[in-house]
């Protein structure tokens, strides 16, 4: 969309926080015209990062046509109508509050805010000021998961008996890491919680119902870590290697929790970003009374399917991501052919394009981020008193 083109579309965009995902929130929404032509296009008017570096990154290579080192006229411009909060969890409140107050409708990330309070403060303002809000539990989107789902509301694993949720990485896995936003608990809040537990939460209630109650245990691996080598910016900060002092890692690298579920199945939760072997290790495992299902986002197009063959012979199935599955149809045309985390954006920049247009939420929105903030919160107050918790 150049510049000088008059600003037509319903959805014409800011940004805030220029790093790896301002980048793909806005290649994703790009990318709407190629997978959802039935959508109108966004415009890009304004994007606003803390480093004055970012200005050619977010003009030339992203297409806004205005930057800010300061968030607040993304916030106050009069010709945005949505944003993008893609800044360091610490931003998030402030800069989603004041969207929703001015009426913006807003893209924002996980985890929604550092803690159940900033969580609850921005769902409720969105509400207040009635915006439209998605939020980046992306694996829902994955067409095997819709698939997944589809299956357990239609009975075919019968009643639910098990379920099990993982994240299991390795971008803290090297000591030597550089000590970023994510270990400080002022700037990220919690560690691995916010970082990836908040994901398999809403993945595992989307799929399998509400959690009942809880208990929790949480470890730091690497206690210290050297500060960034100087000049070195934030972005992409998971994977920078450290040269300066050390510094005591403030939130936890670890989490594991055992869980019931209202529907009375029992299981585990349990996250991790230092460890050594896995990369993304997004999964879930779900038994019951009739079938089972394995899935996990390492090979993001392909579904376990574990059930009864009338003929005898039972036993797990590969099922490859298909047509009829979520929106696959969107992306490739046959079965088999691998869709990837980036298309994943792309089906949610659809459903806040589509929620603009309609009128009505499609999700994830921050009411479900507060859902899953008040299981983490419940995760919180176990690892504190070393007993269950009731999830409230
Ligand atoms: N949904 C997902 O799967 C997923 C994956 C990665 C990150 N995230 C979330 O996205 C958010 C951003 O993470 P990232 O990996 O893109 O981080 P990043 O460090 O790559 O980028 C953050 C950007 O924000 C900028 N910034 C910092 N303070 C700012 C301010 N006051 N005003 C404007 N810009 C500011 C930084 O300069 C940087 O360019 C985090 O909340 C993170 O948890 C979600």
């Keep these: 969309m150049t510049p000088t083109q008059a600003l037509s579309s319903p959805v014409r965009m800011g940004l805030v926080g220029v790093g790896w995902m301002g980048h793909l929130h806005t290649r994703a929404l790009r990318r709407l015209r190629d997978h959802y032509p ?44 949505a944003i993008s909060v893609t800044a360091p969890n610490q931003m998030h409140a402030e800069v989603c509050i004041a969207a929703a107050r001015a009426g913006k409708h807003i893209w924002g990330e996980k985890p ?59 971008y803290a896995a090297d000591a030597a890491g550089a000590f970023s936003w994510r270990f400080e608990r002022a700037k990220a809040g919690s560690g691995v919680l916010g970082d990836l537990m908040c994901h398999v939460v809403d993945l595992l209630e989307h799929l399998a119902g509400p959690v009942h109650s809880l208990v929790a245990q949480d470890s730091i691996t690497h206690t210290h870590r050297p500060l960034p080598t100087a000049g070195a910016g934030t972005g992409a900060s998971h994977f920078a290697a450290g ?126 981020a507060e859902r899953a903030t008040a299981v983490v919160a419940g995760m919180e107050a176990s690892m504190r008193s070393g007993a269950w918790e009731h999830v409230l």
């Excluded at 939130?251 to 460890?275: I, P, Q, W, Y």
């Design 243 to 368: 040269g300066g002092d050390l510094v005591p890692v403030e939130n936890e690298d670890h989490v594991n929790c055992l869980a019931r579920f209202d529907n009375g199945a029992t299981g585990s939760l349990e996250v991790g970003r230092a460890l050594v072997g896995p990369h993304v290790s997004m999964g879930f495992e779900i038994h019951g009374t009739a079938g089972a299902l394995a899935w996990n986002f390492e090979r993001m197009n392909e579904l376990r399917f574990y059930t009864r063959h009338p003929s005898g012979g039972d036993g797990f199935s590969t099922v490859f991501a298909a047509a009829a599955h979520g929106d696959f149809s969107r992306f490739q045309p046959g079965t088999g052919i691998p869709m990837g985390y980036d298309d994943l954006k792309v089906i949610e920049a659809s459903r806040l394009v589509g929620s603009i247009v309609d009128g009505h939420p499609y999700g994830p929105t921050f009411d479900d």
């Design 38 to 81: 039935d959508l109108p296009e966004p415009q890009f008017v304004i994007a606003a990062d803390s480093l004055a570096g970012q200005e050619a990154e977010a003009r030339s290579r992203l297409g806004y046509e205005q930057f800010s080192t300061d968030w607040r006229e993304v916030v106050s411009h009069p010709d945005v109508t």
């Design 112 to 170: 929604l805010g550092r803690d159940a309070h900033e969580t609850a403060a921005i769902a409720a303002a969105a509400r207040k000021h009635d915006v439209r809000t998605i939020v980046g539990f992306n694996y829902r989107h994955v067409p095997l998961v819709q698939h997944a789902r589809s299956l357990i509301e239609a009975g075919e694993l019968g009643r639910l008996t098990r379920v099990r949720g993982t994240f299991l990485a390795d």
